[in-house]
Structures are given as structure tokens and as C-alpha cells.
């Protein structure tokens, strides 16, 4: 049985265009400005504001850690078997 060749129509050809071309390049300025926004200057942090921050930090740290849930310490790994040790399998 012969298959008929379907004609390609030209909303085809530039629904290809838009998809190997479009899209890639919107994203990629979409890309361009989100980077740009994201590390444009911002003006100068408000100095008690950033003390103040500063303080919470500080303070913070200063805690303790808090104890686990599960009311143990973590148990050490166990050590690793050297390359070159003999295995334990039956030979």
C-alpha cells in the first residue's frame, strides 16, 4: 500500500519556526530581564535596620542548638572496609 505525501502547509512550516525559534527566544528574554532586575542597584540599607538585624543574628547564634526529636545523638557511621582487605565471601 502507497501513502499519499500530505501537502505542508505554510501554517505548518511557521508553527515549526515558533517552536524551534520562538520560544527558545522568549525565554531566553525573559531570562535576560529577570537576571538584570534581579541584580540591579538597590539603594543604601537603612543602618538601624541593619543593626537591628545584626542584633537578632548575633543573638541568635549565641543560643544553643536546639536538642534533637528524637532524643538521641545521630550514631557514627560505621567505618569502611579498605579496598584491599580480604572479602568475606567464600571463595
Known sequence: MVRKRRAVRASDELTILLWTLGLPTVATLLAIAWVTWSTRERGPAQTHESVAAHERFKKAMAKP??????????????????????????S
Open 65 to 90: 542548638p536546639a536538642p534533637r526529636r528524637s532524643g538521641s545523638a545521630p550514631s557514627a557511621p560505621k567505618p569502611r572496609r579498605p579496598a584491599d582487605a580480604p572479602s568475606r565471601r567464600a
